[in-house]
Each structure stands twice: as structure tokens, then as C-alpha cells.
């Protein structure tokens, strides 16, 4: 009987990666409906639904696809945490979304071609990164620090803020940008936290700091 519970114990209920995969469906369902009420008068409408919904699909799909990818974010989410990540991951990152669908202008090819550079670059960057990272750990290599991660120590964060970056673009709107800005922020808090613990995780990764980029590759 003590070994059934304590097997419940460690098994927590909901997890902050579960919040977010049904944030990520909450954003589909939002976007559907964009366009059901507002109507598809433009490529910026058609542009932005498929970054954005392919953006969370394979967020999705990536979990499926790469067990391992199961194992992030796996801390138990509190009503109050869940309530936070359905507003801003469910809600909050789709006002890029809606403002496209109320903006009259016709989209640029130009404004096209940057959104599209930023998503596509983003998104061949993070799976790289994903894969790279995964790799490593099945054959427990350790500290990651070469090819595309040697550019940067957050090089996924790089890659999914041009993401993002792409649907404010698209968007056409200088609120837009909150989204991305927003994240911009929780990454720097996200960046501190992880660099403390790889710190003490990792005696090299002093000197793979000193080597690299913490964000932007070769900037900052």
C-alpha cells in the first residue's frame, strides 16, 4: 500500500508541458475562429494562419515524434500556474493574430518575404538544435557545446523568438510586438535560471561562456 502511494506521489497530475500543449490547441481554436468571423480578405490572413498553426502543430507533433521531448517543463502545474500559461500561451501569443485579421492593408511581398526568411530560418535553426540536444543525451555526451549550439548557449530561444518575430511581421501592427517582446523577457529570466544550474551541472561550462553567444549569435 506505501509503495502505491508513494508511486501516485511522484507522478504529478498536471505538468506545465501538458498547460502549454493545451495553450498551443486553445491558440488553433482562436485563430479558426479569427477566421470564421472575420473572413480571409488577404495573404496576410492566410500567411499568418499557416506560420502560426503549423508553429503550434509541431510543437505537438515533436513530442510524439521525440519521446524525450516529454520530459521538458515535466514540473507539476498549479491551478494558478495553468490559469498564467492558457492567458499568455493560449491567449496573449495570439494578438499578432488577431491584429492580422482586422488589418485592411494588403500585405507587402517584401513584408512577406521578411516574415517568411524569419519563420523558415527559425524554424530549421530550433529543430536542429532539438536534434543535436537529443542526440547528445541518448548517447549521454554531456555538456553540449559544438556545432550549431557553439553559436549560441540559446540557440533554441534564438530560433523561436525569429519565430515569433515572424508573426508580429506579419501581423503589421506595432502591438504586435508585445509578444515577442514579452518572451524576449521571460527567455532572459529562463537564460538566468538555466545558466546557474548548467554552471554547477557542468565544470566546463565556464569556459564554453567565455566561447560563445548567451542569445543573438555573435552579438550578445
Known amino acids: 500500500m506505501q509503495n502505491t502511494v508513494n508511486a501516485n506521489a511522484d507522478k504529478p497530475g498536471v505538468t506545465v508541458l501538458k498547460?502549454?500543449?493545451?495553450?498551443?490547441?486553445?491558440?488553433i481554436v482562436c485563430?479558426?475562429?479569427?477566421?470564421?468571423?472575420f473572413g480571409?480578405?488577404?495573404?496576410?490572413?492566410?500567411?499568418?494562419?499557416?506560420?502560426?498553426?503549423?508553429?503550434?502543430?509541431?510543437?505537438?507533433?515533436?513530442?510524439?515524434?521525440?519521446?524525450?521531448?516529454?520530459?521538458?517543463?515535466?514540473?507539476?502545474?498549479?491551478?494558478?500556474?495553468?490559469?498564467?500559461?492558457?492567458?499568455?500561451?493560449?491567449f496573449f501569443y495570439v494578438l499578432p493574430g488577431y491584429l492580422a485579421f482586422i488589418n485592411p492593408a494588403s500585405l507587402s511581398m517584401a513584408t512577406a518575404a521578411i516574415a517568411l526568411f524569419l519563420y523558415i530560418f527559425g524554424s530549421l535553426i530550433n529543430a536542429t538544435a532539438d536534434v543535436q540536444k537529443l542526440t547528445?543525451?541518448?548517447f549521454k555526451a554531456g555538456l553540449v557545446r559544438d556545432n550549431i549550439w557553439?553559436?549560441?548557449r540559446n540557440i533554441n530561444y534564438f530560433a523561436d523568438l525569429l519565430r515569433y518575430l515572424s508573426f508580429s511581421v506579419v501581423a503589421g501592427s506595432f502591438w504586435a510586438y508585445l509578444v515577442p517582446g514579452y518572451i524576449f523577457i521571460f527567455?532572459?529570466?529562463?537564460?538566468?535560471q538555466k545558466e546557474q544550474a548548467m554552471s554547477v551541472k557542468y565544470p566546463e561550462y565556464a569556459?564554453?561562456?567565455?566561447?560563445?553567444?548567451r542569445l543573438i549569435p555573435f552579438i550578445w
Not at 19 to 27: C, E, P, W
Not at 31 to 37: G, K, Q, R
Request: aromatic share 18%; hydrophobic share 50%; glycine share 2%.
Open 187 to 192: 527567455y532572459l529570466w529562463r537564460i538566468s
Open 40 to 90: 480571409i480578405q488577404d495573404w496576410r490572413q492566410v500567411i499568418y494562419m499557416c506560420l502560426h498553426i503549423s508553429y503550434c502543430l509541431w510543437w505537438l507533433l515533436e513530442q510524439w515524434l521525440f519521446p524525450e521531448r516529454q520530459k521538458i517543463f515535466n514540473e507539476s502545474a498549479r491551478l494558478g500556474t495553468f490559469i498564467f500559461i492558457l492567458l499568455s500561451v493560449g
Open 136 to 138: 547528445a543525451k541518448q
Open 207 to 213: 569556459e564554453y561562456q567565455q566561447s560563445s553567444s
Open 150 to 152: 557553439r553559436f549560441s
Open 19 to 27: 498547460a502549454i500543449n493545451f495553450a498551443k490547441v486553445i491558440t
Open 31 to 37: 485563430l479558426v475562429s479569427f477566421a470564421i468571423v
